[in-house]
């Protein structure tokens, strides 16, 4: 299963943006994957932030970010989306994608397949 990506940049303090994230298997189908995004700051962990389940039914946030970021998917297209809304200077960090067959899973252990990072930077 591959995973790409993309949608980061550079925001001020209460702005939005949306990464999104494609992802394909190769012989076999990753609709009954559970999609993740994941972030890590610089010299800190990768931290969940949001989860999404194979057909789009069930969502779970982190509470850092709950009421202000949101995910979607989009099941004939194969891409998972996060709108961060209110964007604040401490969610800069790399965001990453992840995919699990486990649900609900916040564990960044339990997620076998990522993406590559994307950076968010927010400035104040």
């Known amino acids: 299963v591959q995973l790409q990506a993309f949608g980061g940049g550079l925001v001020q303090a209460g702005g939005s943006l949306r990464l999104s994230c494609s992802y394909a298997?190769?012989?076999?189908?990753?609709?009954?994957?559970?999609m993740a995004w994941f972030r890590q700051a610089p010299g800190k962990g990768r931290d969940f932030v949001a989860t999404i389940n194979w057909n789009a039914v069930s969502t779970y946030v982190d509470e850092s970010v709950l009421g202000r970021f949101f995910i979607s998917r989009d099941t004939v297209h194969d891409t998972v989306f996060l709108q961060m809304n209110s964007l604040k200077p401490e969610d800069t960090a790399a965001y990453y994608c992840?995919?699990?067959?486990?649900?609900?899973?916040?564990?960044?252990?339990?997620?076998?397949?990522w993406g590559q990072g994307t950076q968010v930077t927010v400035s104040s």
């Open positions: 298997a190769s012989g076999r189908t990753a609709s009954n994957l559970n």
């Open positions: 992840a995919a699990s067959p486990l649900w609900i899973e916040t564990r960044r252990s339990q997620y076998d397949y």
